[in-house]
């Protein structure tokens, strides 16, 4: 029996298609919450992007965010953090303050940017959010950094930081993500939290970022409109695109909401 569901955001639960979030997906996630099932948003974004796109009014009853780097129940307490080590801190720091190249810095409670360029307008106008506003480092604690660049640099960063992991999202966007946690192990500390064994898990993606948690979960699916042959590999289901009422049919298909 399914007791927790996983959703990524990007292309799962906001359709950049139409830029909402479909009515099928919002009818599934009040069915879910109706009949006790935990719906859990498990992304790549900052709580603040959640905010300012609106999602939070769905009441999600956890938050895996940043790539698994803070992991937040309903309430929107910590329920575990993975911050960068300092090394790997000081070589995103580096870059950030010489402005190789644009790059986002992500607190616990804030996320900035050091400067913009084209790359950084191309990837908000795909994401559907706003650029993040242009501040200094403070010495606060960071959780996750995003550097804006094409394919062909990516070889730069790793040499930068070769400690960390690196998951592109956009053409002209990749994630730097401290090594030790991903979106499984935000998703293993929520289980934990909650009392509920993987057996009783689902989870629903579409992006680079969802590979681990869709094979780890009991359940993976992959929605139609997902960008490449690897993410399909790793689920368990390929279902619809998101605009075809793909996450509510694949729900429907394993029997965690009636027809």
Not at 131 to 139: A, H, K, T, V
Not at 214 to 228: I, P, S, T
């Amino acid at each position: 029996m399914i007791k927790a569901v996983f959703f990524d955001i990007d292309g799962t639960i906001f359709s950049h298609f139409t830029k909402q979030v479909p009515p099928s997906t919002k009818q599934a996630l009040q069915e879910l919450k109706d009949k006790g099932v935990l719906r859990v948003a498990a992304t790549g974004r900052h709580l603040i992007e959640l905010q300012d796109m609106d999602l939070l009014k769905y009441d999600f009853d956890g938050y895996v965010t940043l790539n698994g780097q803070i992991c937040l129940d309903r309430r929107l307490n910590v329920i575990y953090g993975n911050p960068f080590t300092e090394r790997d801190r000081d070589a995103v720091i580096r870059l950030f303050k010489n402005k190789e190249m644009p790059l986002i810095l992500m607190e616990k409670d804030r996320m900035y940017i050091n400067y913009v360029d084209e790359h950084v307008v191309r990837a908000h106008e795909d994401i559907h959010t706003r650029i993040p506003d242009i501040r200094e480092y403070g010495g606060a604690t960071l959780y996750m950094s995003a550097a804006y660049c094409e394919k062909d640099r990516e070889a730069f960063l790793t040499s930068q930081i070769g400690d960390c992991i690196f998951t592109r999202w956009s053409r002209h966007g990749v994630d730097i993500i401290p090594r030790g946690a991903d979106k499984v192990s935000g998703i293993e500390q929520f289980l934990a939290h909650a009392g509920i064994r993987r057996e009783e898990s689902m989870a629903f993606g579409d992006g680079e970022n969802d590979v681990a948690m869709l094979e780890y979960a009991a359940v993976g699916v992959a929605l139609g409109n997902a960008k490449n042959e690897q993410i399909k590999a790793a689920a368990d289901y390929v279902t619809d695109h998101i605009d075809e009422d793909g996450l509510r049919k694949a729900l429907v298909r394993y029997q965690v909401l009636d027809d």
